[in-house]
């Protein structure tokens, strides 16, 4: 039972063995306890590895434990998670985190992949400023704004004004708040609201690296990792409105204890 409890949280946490054995040598009975908590959580089957990697990669890096990353991201590589969204998870840190959560995270990412001979492969993959990894049309993603913001005559000065590319974005991903948000940033300050607006929800959530339901699933385990529960319960609702169950929400949840606590 130990050897298959083990094995189940390996395949996210290479160095559970090491862990385990230093724990039992001091008291057996807490050794225990947590490999039967952790093999419990991951072993439960809403979530694929690839998503509990994906969330892990990013509460490590919002957390700074560097070195529960490392092993994340060398379980990653050895189940043949795409690199890039790993890659895609600790950029989007930065989000949140302010782009310096990434210094550390980008060179063990680094380092991971030098070891693995697979750092030049996924280094021809690096996007271009202004792309995106799957095309965007602006009208196409018009049919996509909630009807209340597509019939406001806001959402077109607005795209006029702040450009396409941010502003349609923030339509899709915060229905019936963006315009409002958008209008009253743009009263303070209108300099910073481009920039906001061209970084945030153009230069990152459009680059569709990741598709918007794993995405948004990261950032509720980012946003609880920091513990920002106003945005991370934005972001439950969002992961839901772009396709997530609310069990799947739930287990990002629950799968959080094992980094964050209860």
């Known amino acids: 039972v130990q050897e298959r409890m083990l094995h189940i949280v390996a395949r996210y946490q290479p160095g559970v063995y090491q862990r385990f054995e230093t724990r039992r040598k001091l008291d057996p009975a807490f050794a225990h306890a947590y490999l039967r908590y952790a093999s419990r959580l991951l072993s439960r089957p809403t979530l694929d590895a690839r998503t509990r990697l994906l969330v892990m990669t990013g509460q490590f890096t919002m957390n700074r434990r560097h070195?529960?990353?490392?092993?994340?991201?060398?379980?990653?590589?050895a189940q043949k998670i795409n690199l890039r969204e790993v890659l895609e998870v600790?950029?989007?840190?930065?989000?949140?985190?302010?782009?310096?959560?990434?210094?550390?995270?980008?060179?063990?990412?680094?380092e991971e992949l030098a070891k693995a001979r697979l750092l030049d492969t996924i280094s021809a993959q690096g996007m271009q400023p202004g792309a995106s990894a799957v095309p965007r049309d602006p009208a196409e993603e018009r049919t996509r704004w909630h009807a209340e913001d597509a019939a406001d005559p806001r959402a077109d000065q607005l795209?006029?004004?702040?450009?396409w590319h941010g502003v349609s974005m923030a339509l899709i991903l915060r229905p019936r708040h963006t315009l409002n948000n958008a209008e009253f940033l743009g009263g303070l300050d209108e300099g910073f609201t481009q920039a906001f607006y061209d970084m945030g929800y153009g230069d990152m959530y459009g680059r569709l690296v990741l598709d918007h339901?794993?995405?948004l699933l990261c950032m509720v385990g980012n946003t609880l990792a920091i513990g920002e529960i106003v945005q991370c319960g934005h972001h439950m609702r969002t992961a839901i409105q772009q396709g997530a169950s609310p069990r799947e929400v739930l287990e990002v949840l629950l799968q959080s204890v094992l980094v964050v606590g209860h």
């Open 67 to 77: 070195a529960r990353l490392r092993e994340t991201l060398v379980a990653a590589i």
């Open 159 to 163: 795209t006029a004004k702040y450009g």
């Open 213 to 215: 339901k794993t995405r």
């Open 90 to 110: 600790i950029f989007q840190c930065a989000i949140y985190g302010g782009e310096s959560i990434t210094d550390e995270p980008l060179e063990i990412f680094t």
